[in-house]
T-cell receptor, first 109, second 114 residues
Framework: SQELEQSPQSLIVQEGKNLTINCTSS?????LYWYKQKYGEGLIFLMM?????EEKSHEKITAKLDEKKQQSSLHITASQPSHAGIYLC?????????FGTGTSLTVIP | NAGVTQTPKFQVLKTGQSMTLQCAQD?????MSWYRQDPGMGLRLIHY???????DQGEVPNGYNVSRSTTEDFPLRLLSAAPSQTSVYFC?????????????FGQGTRLTVV
């Protein structure tokens, strides 16, 4: 089965600071998804990366995929309280979709 | 479009009771799946389906049954609820056969087994 390890497990940052979340796969990545979950709510799709070296941005969130390293990183610039939540990476292995272990982000105003 | 709809949103069961968590999608997606989310464990795949009449087990299938009689619906059945099944359950759907398409999630069902 695919294993996706995220680091850090939790993060507390001051508003305005930049931060990075990493997702490392135990298998070759053929695509990587990032989701955000607000506490007690469902999952919100952020972006999907399909090719090695691909980089996508949505507002102040940028994600990159490094297929050689079997890794993806999610970077938030000038964090805001609205960025708080749990960030999850995910990937398919065959027909099964696996999630990462999750990163809990707290942004202090 | 309603997307993926899960019902109920909250449920309390007594040990040994049975119930069905409903999941419906209106996007004509072939692929549907069920996850449970537990603190410190992330989301784990319970069962999935790649089309009507086809289901398969995920990582943690024990204690759960599924069926897929239509493209739209993918119910999850707990045959005899146990406290270990206290969790938040998410249903998801996506297009099958297309590489790397977005998966859409329901809002979750919070289940407590006492």
């Amino acid at each position: 089965s695919q294993e996706l390890e995220q680091s850090p497990q939790s993060l507390i940052v001051q508003e305005g600071k930049n931060l990075t979340i990493n997702c490392t796969s135990s298998k070759t990545l053929y695509g990587l998804y990032w989701y955000k979950q607000k506490y007690g709510e469902g999952l919100i799709f952020l972006m999907m990366l399909q090719k090695g070296g691909e980089e996508k941005s949505h507002e102040k969130i940028t994600a990159k995929l490094d297929e050689k390293k079997q890794q993806s990183s999610l970077h938030i610039t000038a964090s805001q309280p609205s960025h708080a939540g749990i960030y999850l990476c995910g990937a398919f292995s065959g027909n099964q979709f696996y999630f990462g272990t999750g990163t809990s982000l707290t942004v202090i105003p | 479009n309603a997307g993926v709809t899960q019902t109920p949103k909250f449920q309390v069961l007594k040990t040994g009771q049975s119930m069905t968590l409903q999941c419906a999608q209106d996007m004509n997606h072939e692929y549907m799946s069920w996850y449970r989310q537990d603190p410190g464990m992330g989301l784990r795949l319970i069962h999935y389906s790649v089309g009507a009449g086809i289901t398969d087990q995920g990582e943690v299938p024990n204690g759960y049954n599924v069926s897929r009689s239509t493209t739209e619906d993918f119910p999850l059945r707990l045959l005899s609820a146990a406290p270990s099944q206290t969790s938040v359950y998410f249903c998801a759907s996506r297009e099958q056969g297309l590489a790397n398409t977005e998966a859409f999630f329901g809002q979750g069902t919070r289940l407590t087994v006492v």
